[in-house]
């Protein structure tokens, strides 16, 4: 799987958007970007996935550059609940080379501020 | 809305005793999925499993761990001889497809002493 690069952390403020962003430079044609969160300890959270074109959904957008080098996750309005790890996966769907397994790296800590 | 769930939450278990992790995964989902994450560490993916058996495995799922669907229902985690350095968290996970998203129980915590 490509990697990502995520900032180490991030805040924002109650009730603005909080825009998530990850670099995937080297991501190949068929690797789809997924997003999920972790709350303290608790079982990570699957957020939102796409390959080329924005997704949208109850939780969050996403938006893909057309070079599909970098992604932003966007959550219109953020609340304290909203305070957790973002990882920004990329992943082969099965069939050519890819893989069962979710890599996760570092994250994002994001910080919702009352 | 359907969950995968886990029991035990909490575990404590003695060096070198065999633990048994179980996991219930949403009721119409084909692959089963068990991560680690020891504390302050990334979230580290241990073994698939389909059709009655592993898919991919990583290194660390060595020949001490085991993993068993004995009913329609239940998919276990089994841990032979548990080493200090087994404590973690331990999530199961399951998916409809192969390549679609997973969704992750709450956890069990293991403490090995």
């Known amino acids: 799987d490509a990697k990502t690069t995520q900032p180490t952390s991030m805040d924002c403020a109650e009730g603005r958007a909080a825009n998530l962003p990850c670099n995937h430079s080297?991501?190949?044609?068929?690797?789809?970007v997924y997003w999920y969160r972790q709350i303290h300890s608790q079982g990570p959270q699957y957020i939102i996935h796409?390959?080329?074109n924005n997704e949208t959904n109850e939780m969050a957008s996403l938006i893909i550059t057309e070079d599909r080098k970098s992604s932003t996750l966007i959550l219109p309005h953020a609340t304290l609940r909203d305070t957790a790890v973002y990882y920004c996966i990329v992943r082969v769907p099965l069939g050519g080379a890819g893989s069962y397994q979710l890599t996760f790296g570092k994250g994002t800590k994001l910080s919702v501020i009352p | 809305e359907p969950e995968v769930t886990q029991t035990p939450s909490h575990q404590v278990t003695q060096m070198g005793q065999e633990v048994i992790l179980r996991c219930v995964p949403i009721s119409n989902h084909l692959y089963f999925y068990w991560y680690r994450q020891i504390l302050g560490q990334k979230v580290e993916f241990l073994v698939s499993?389909?059709?009655?058996?592993?898919?991919?495995k990583s290194e660390i799922f060595d020949d001490q761990f085991s993993v068993e669907r004995p009913d329609g229902s239940n998919f276990t985690l089994k841990i032979r001889s548990t080493k200090l350095e087994d404590s973690a968290m331990y999530f199961c996970?399951?998916?409809?497809?192969?390549?679609?998203?997973?969704?992750f129980g709450p956890g069990t915590r293991l403490t090995v002493l």
């Open positions: 796409g390959l080329k």
């Open positions: 996970a399951s998916s409809e497809a192969a390549w679609v998203p997973q969704y």
């Open positions: 080297t991501i190949s044609g068929n690797e789809y």
């Open positions: 499993f389909y059709n009655n058996e592993i898919s991919e």
